[in-house]
C-alpha cells in the first residue's frame, strides 16, 4: 500500500451507467418528481415485495411520513432504540410524540424484552433499528405489538437488501406471515444504493400509502405529474397539512441503476465481510461483529468490538493510530441519551440503556464497501491487527507467555 493512498470510511460505487440514466432525465425536460421516480418505486416496490412504495427525499422524511400518516401525535409514546442515528428519535418529536428507548441486545438491535418492559398505557409504536444491515429479531416485536395493538414503523436506512427469514425487510413476511406497517429505507451516499440524498418508504397497507403519498407533497389532490399526464388538468385541492418530501427524478434516475447493481453490491460486501472476519478470527483484542443464520445480513457496516480490557488504548487513539496508516473509520453510533439535545431523555429512569451505553465504547466501524479492493481490505485488516498487537496489555503479553 502506498504511504501516500488513504482508505476512506466509504465512497459510493457510481458508474456510466447512472451518469447516462442521469443525463436522459436531465435531457428530458422534466426533472423534479415524475416518470423515473415513479419507475423506481415500482420496481424496489416489487424488489422487496411490498404492495406499496413511495420514493422521498430522506430516510427520515420517510419515518415521519409515516408517524404522521398513522395520527401519532401528542400525549402519545413511541418506543426506538438508543443506538441509532439522531434522526429516528427526532421523527418522533416532530410529530409531537415522547421518545422511550428500550436498551439493545448482545446483537446490537433492540432487545423485544427490554421494549416489553418500557410499554405503557400511552404507547403507540415500536420503530425498530436494524443496525448495520442485521436485521432486528422481528417475529418477537411483530407478536408484541399484535398483542398490545401498536404499530410498527422500521427504520431500515441501512437494511436495503438485508432479508429476514427469507424475505427481504420492507414487504410481508412470508414465513413469519406478519408485516410492520411501514418502513423507510435510506439512500443517502454511504448506504447499500445511493440516490446521494434520498429515501423509500414502503407499506402493506393502501389506505396509509396513499395518505403518506399525499401528506408528502403539501397534503395536495394530484402531483404536478399527475396533472401532466392528464394533458393540461390544471386544478388540485389542498386536502391535509402536508410536507416537501418528495424525490425529484433526477436522484430516482441513479437510484433505477443503482436498485438493479444492488445485488451485486451485497455479495460484495458479503464477501469482504468474511475476509475480515477471517483476517480477525484470532485476534483478541477485538471480537467479530454479530450475525444471524436465519438473516441475510447486508453488511451496510463492518463494525468491530474492542476488548478494552486488553487493550492499554482507547477507542480514539486507536482510531487515531489506524488513521495514521491511511485507513478511515466512524463510529456507529454516539448513543442517544450522550447527545446535549437529548440529555433529558437519558435523565428519566425508563429510559435507561446500561447495555448500549457499555457497548458503544467499544464500536468502531470500518470501511466496507464495493468501490474497495480486496487489496485494500486485506490492507485495513492487517493496520487493525498491527495496531491491536502494538497497543496490547502487557499483562495479556504475559499471561500468554506464560
Not at 418492559?117 to 444491515?133: E, F, N, Q, S
Not at 445511493?194 to 389532490?221: K, P, Q, W
Request: hydrophobic content about 40%.
Amino acid at each position: 500500500m502506498n504511504e501516500r493512498s488513504f482508505i476512506p470510511y466509504n465512497l459510493p460505487a457510481i458508474g456510466q451507467e447512472e451518469i447516462d440514466e442521469v443525463t436522459c432525465v436531465l435531457r428530458s425536460g422534466w426533472v423534479t418528481t415524475g416518470p423515473k421516480a415513479a419507475q423506481f418505486e415500482d420496481e424496489f416496490r416489487n424488489y422487496v415485495g411490498a404492495k406499496h412504495a413511495l420514493a422521498v427525499n430522506s430516510c427520515t422524511a420517510g419515518l415521519h411520513l409515516a408517524l404522521a400518516a398513522l395520527g401519532i401525535g401528542p400525549g402519545d409514546e413511541v418506543i426506538t432504540t438508543p443506538l441509532t442515528f439522531c434522526s429516528t428519535v427526532s421523527t418522533i418529536l416532530h410529530v409531537g410524540a415522547t421518545p422511550v428507548l428500550a436498551d439493545v441486545g448482545d446483537d446490537g438491535n433492540i432487545d423485544p424484552d427490554s421494549i416489553a418492559r418500557r410499554i405503557t398505557d400511552r404507547t403507540r409504536a415500536i420503530v425498530p433499528v436494524h443496525l448495520g444491515g442485521l436485521p432486528c429479531r422481528m417475529a418477537q416485536i411483530w407478536k408484541l405489538a399484535s398483542e398490545r395493538g401498536l404499530f410498527v414503523v422500521e427504520d431500515a436506512a441501512h437494511g436495503a437488501g438485508s432479508h429476514y427469514q427469507g424475505s427481504p425487510l420492507g414487504g410481508f413476511n412470508k414465513v413469519c406471515r406478519a408485516r410492520s406497517d411501514a418502513a423507510a429505507f435510506s439512500f443517502y451516499a454511504t448506504k447499500n444504493m445511493t440516490t446521494g440524498e434520498g429515501g423509500m418508504v414502503t407499506s402493506e397497507d393502501e389506505e396509509l400509502a396513499e395518505r403518506m403519498r399525499r401528506l408528502c407533497l403539501h397534503g395536495i389532490s394530484t402531483d404536478a405529474w399527475g396533472r401532466y399526464a392528464e394533458r393540461g388538468n390544471w386544478y388540485y385541492e389542498v386536502l391535509d397539512r402536508g410536507f416537501k418530501y418528495n424525490m425529484s427524478d433526477i436522484q430516482a434516475a441513479m437510484g433505477v441503476v443503482q436498485l438493479r447493481r444492488l445485488e451485486s453490491f451485497i455479495e460484495t460486501r458479503r464477501r469482504y465481510a468474511g475476509m475480515y472476519n477471517a483476517a480477525f478470527a484470532d485476534v483478541d483484542e477485538t471480537e467479530l461483529p454479530p450475525n444471524s443464520d436465519s438473516c441475510r445480513h447486508s453488511w451496510h457496516l463492518y463494525a468491530i468490538r474492542l476488548n478494552l480490557d486488553r487493550l492499554n488504548i482507547d477507542r480514539a487513539e486507536l482510531i487515531r493510530q489506524l488513521r495514521h496508516r491511511g485507513v478511515g473509520t466512524s463510529v456507529h453510533f454516539i448513543p442517544v441519551p450522550l447527545h446535549p439535545f437529548f440529555a433529558s431523555l437519558a435523565q428519566l429512569p425508563g429510559n435507561q440503556c446500561p447495555r448500549a451505553m457499555e457497548l458503544y465504547p467499544r464500536l468502531i466501524s470500518l470501511p466496507l464497501y464495493p468501490a474497495m479492493t480486496e487489496e485494500q481490505v486485506r490492507y485495513v485488516g492487517d493496520a487493525v491487527k498491527e495496531v491491536a498487537r502494538a497497543n496490547r496489555k502487557t499483562r495479556v503479553m504475559a499471561a500468554r507467555a506464560g
